[in-house]
């Protein structure tokens, strides 16, 4: 088999500090208003599969639960020695601290599982690994994994990887992937990229500020919704803070989206919802913002508070009896 890297992106610019603390991405997706019902991630735990992670960084220091590292050298050792993955935390998790900028789920947990290396690339046997040890994964209190976040992949479909995914969304995992940028701008295009084409994950294509196709975001029939990708201000490795574009900054946001409805759902059912439950519930909170199929998928991500929802429902009822 042939390495595994990372999709194509564009590193923007970097930043000493950031003055952002509530990057519009997150605004985009509705987060904030979630917040504000007390829903901030903090019964979830995503395992990000990636480059590992800067542990050190004031916005995410407090979010990671553990690590383990899949490349060669110590295993205990997950640090970012790129920094993607550190991009990719601060995106799901960076914390509501006054400082720096602020994640999608500023208090869920993070599992950090490096995959690549300081190039960016891996082995799949290591990503294969990576996937089943979250799958197994139970943190000191009981935790388990609800969610894999991958922004990665390449063109070779390894049946190995697929099995393991198979696996994890058994084992009620959500898997989240990246679309790959290998777009043409056009939307009825097909392009594809492993693992996010896979039926069994949540492939997230990328838009920009305007809400408009990324020029370099994946179109195919898998597609399942899009999220914001371009100019994604994030957390960068040595407390600094960076702009990057690509399928690989929507991901992260589908994922941190997801770890909040787990939260706000289960705590409205008063049980664990299945995989298939929570997949069901991310597609619900979406709106088309006049893409086709193959561009957006289900459309944008857009949370709904639950109080607003209740209030137009009320409205519209009391309309309809007047």
Not at 267 to 279: A, Q
Request: proline share 4%; hydrophobic share 35%; aromatic share 6%.
């Amino acid at each position: 088999m042939s390495k595994v890297r990372l999709i194509p992106f564009k590193l923007e610019e970097v930043y000493d500090s950031a003055k952002e603390d509530i990057p519009y991405g997150v605004r985009m997706i509705n987060a904030p208003e979630i917040w504000d019902q007390g829903i901030k991630g903090d019964t979830a735990v995503i395992a990000i599969l990636d480059t590992g992670c800067d542990a050190t960084h004031p916005d995410l220091k407090d979010r990671i639960i553990g690590g383990k590292s899949f490349v060669d050298g110590d295993e205990s050792d997950y640090s970012d020695s790129h920094y993607h993955g550190t991009h990719v935390a601060g995106t799901i998790a960076a914390s509501l601290n006054d400082q720096g900028v602020t994640g999608a789920a500023p208090e869920v947990k993070l599992l950090i599982l490096k995959v690549l290396g300081d190039d960016g690339s891996g082995s799949y046997e290591g990503i294969i690994n990576a996937v089943r040890y979250a799958s197994e994964w139970k943190g000191e209190n009981g935790e388990t994994v609800r969610v894999i976040s991958m922004s990665l992949g390449g063109p070779e479909d390894v049946p190995e990887l697929h099995e393991a995914i198979k696996e994890a969304v058994a084992n009620n995992i959500l898997v989240v992937c990246a679309a790959g940028n290998e777009g043409d701008s056009r939307e009825n295009t097909v392009e594809k990229a492993y693992p996010g084409y896979y039926k069994e994950v949540v492939q997230v294509g990328a838009i920009d500020e305007k809400k408009q196709l990324a020029e370099f975001s994946n179109t195919n029939d898998e597609i399942d919704l899009v999220a914001p990708g371009v100019n994604i201000l994030s957390t960068y490795p040595g407390n600094k803070y960076a702009k990057l574009s690509g399928t690989s900054m929507a991901t992260p946001h589908a994922s941190a989206a997801a770890a909040l409805l787990i939260q706000k759902e289960e705590k409205e059912f008063g049980r664990t919802l299945t995989e298939p439950e929570v997949y069901a519930q991310l597609c619900k909170n979406t709106v088309s913002i006049g893409l086709s199929k193959k561009a957006e998928g289900n459309g944008l991500i857009y949370l709904r508070a639950q109080e607003k929802e209740e209030t137009k429902l009320n409205d519209a009822a009391v309309k309809a009896v007047n």
